[in-house]
């Protein structure tokens, strides 16, 4: 390789490792929207504050604007510096994680609508503190799997997935109680169907934040931890049919 | 150019069109999978017979293969070929339909997981119907947001848009009804809170067949159809932030 290659390749691995640096900013500054909305939607619940979509619709949206401006980045980043192996996982990785934090943001929204719309017509307030609790842990958890993508610490991502599995077991036992809150009281049905949409959001929000922990531990470790049932066999199997 | 580099040009492009194809194959064999567990769970809300789960289960784990499996096609592609712009598009909505396409797997599973569930514990036939007529709309979007995918057809794509409201607002005078049931009879709250999470999964599904449609658009035409309240100045204030 002469000088002048060499040269090249390095410019061309700066510039890449620039661009990188911004993409990663940019999916923090998502994540912090996707955050801040939940708790601020996981608030409403407790106050039953109305006023809360104006901020909310407003991060929503940027959340949104996001997604299309990180997904810009990806393609570009691919065709113009060709990534290789590690280099290309970590930005395909990115690509699957702002998916995640796209419906992790609708989620939020639909939890933070939900919450306004009950204001007028409230469940008990046993109900709703279930469900608040069930959004601050889940909030935590985001933060988690955000703080562990930060840090590309796969160690951390593997704690996501005990805690996700804490928050799955805390949502049956909240479902159970729903149940008896309708039987006990037929007039609430119409009103706590609206809370069960809110426990549904929040339980999905803790399966997105696994799945950011997933991508995280396979373009740390170039392993793919999703599907562990599947095995290679299994693959090479349908690859050859 | 000299004739070597043309041949080897012509070599790469031939290989990666071949591989391309088998692509685009395995995303139609795992899409094929996926519109039969609903075919199959969505008969099951009618016939209420539990004994589908051993199939559903069986190809579930085959869905999650090729998404597996799709991925490491899509790296290997991206790696080895260098795509280019339009071809690259191409590659890069496969990997996101692949996705979608495997949590639609996911919520079909769930559907027969639930009808089994309740085969033993059965809501009023009238219920059932509802929630398995919605099944069949349901399947019919997701087979022709998948058609649109094998034709590449960006109009046929247009009309999932359009049909996928129109189930979404049959979903929502359904869950009406499903109140209706509840407040009626009380002791039905259980089973009638399970067969709401089979409409649930249903109307995620309906969304995951328009996300496919999204990408197929974006694929062929390098629109961004997602996110239409967001504008151009919206994404370069973020960008520029």
Do not use: C
Not at 79 to 94: E, F, H, K, S, T
Not at 158 to 173: C, M
Not at 181 to 206: H, N, Q, T, Y
Not at 230 to 236: A, G, H, L, N, T
Request: hydrophobic letters at 45%; aromatic letters at 4%.
């Amino acid at each position: 390789m002469d000088l002048k290659t060499s040269d090249l390749n390095q410019h061309i691995s700066s510039q890449f490792n620039e661009e990188l640096e911004t993409l990663r900013t940019h999916v923090l500054k998502m994540a912090g929207l996707v955050e801040r909305n939940l708790r601020t939607a996981v608030g409403a619940l407790e106050t039953m504050d109305s006023s809360v979509m104006v901020s909310i619709e407003q991060a929503e949206q940027q959340i949104n604007a996001f997604e299309i401006l990180v997904d810009r980045e990806v393609m570009n980043i691919i065709a113009l510096r060709q990534p290789a192996a590690g280099d290309l996982r970590v930005v395909m990785a990115i690509s699957k994680i702002v998916r995640d934090l796209e419906r992790m943001g609708d989620e939020a929204y639909k939890v933070g609508k939900l919450a306004s719309e009950l204001s007028s017509d409230q469940p008990p307030a046993a109900a709703l503190n279930l469900a608040a609790s069930l959004g601050r842990q889940v909030a935590d958890l985001v933060k988690r799997a955000v703080d562990s993508f930060v840090r590309l610490d796969a160690d951390e991502a593997q704690g996501v997935f005990s805690e996700d599995k804490a928050i799955d077991s805390d949502y049956e036992s909240s479902l159970r109680a729903m149940v008896t809150f309708m039987i006990e009281d037929p007039r609430s049905i119409g009103r706590m169907v609206k809370l069960l949409w809110v426990f549904r959001a929040l339980e999905r929000m803790g399966d997105h934040a696994t799945n950011i922990s997933e991508q995280l531990i396979y373009a740390v470790r170039g392993k793919d931890v999703r599907h562990t049932e599947v095995s290679e066999s299994d693959i090479q199997s349908i690859a050859d049919e």
